[in-house]
């Protein structure tokens, strides 16, 4: 069966976990994009600029297919990966987490280094509120004024939320519903005779 419902974090966290000296910062935040991630890493960077390592990985979109584990000059694997993991078990996507090190003077060599990136990344994730959220599709839609609120009343009883609309000669609507009450809208809409449903490119 399809998914049709997404987990994400509600909110940007952070946690601390020190080994030898060594400081792991996690930062977790909800992201949609990789733009919004260069700008997160990018600010941590600035923030943190007396750091050595500022590690992360992302998972984004509703089918996870997006992701990057980051070990930023710490030995291969042993920071980005675990990182993901954590990401990972928490069933999230949408999430990005940087875990920034301050160098305390020991190595902690690659077991050690795997436990402390794990460790501040899956406290951090603890810390966070989660949300489920529904996966959605987009349609739009084509009518003439009289059949205007027959179209948002089918919307509105099937969840789906109308995120555009342009008014001229005759009404076209962006709507995006619910995976999960997708075919029961369309056919909805359908039963009208009124409603035109279009493909993307015919907006």
Known sequence: MNATVYHTIAAPVQAEFKDKGSRFIAFAYPVKTTEAVKNYVDALREAHHKARHWCYAYRLGTDGNTFRANDDGEPSGSAGRPILGQIDSAGLTDV????????????????????????????????????????????????GYPHLNDAIR??????????????????????????????????????????????????
């Open 96 to 143: 990005l987490v940087v875990v920034v090190r301050y160098f305390g003077g020991t190595l902690l060599g690659v077991p050690g280094l795997i436990h402390a990136y794990k460790t501040a990344t899956a406290e951090a994730l603890q810390l966070a509120e989660k949300l489920e959220k529904n996966i959605e599709k987009t349609v739009w839609l084509r009518c």
């Open 154 to 203: 089918v919307a509105k009883q099937h969840q789906a939320e109308v995120v555009a609309q342009d008014l001229q000669l005759d009404c076209r609507l962006t709507v995006s519903i619910p995976l999960a009450n997708y075919a029961a809208c369309l056919a909805a809409w359908e039963q009208t005779r009124s409603i035109e449903i279009q493909p993307e490119e015919a907006v």
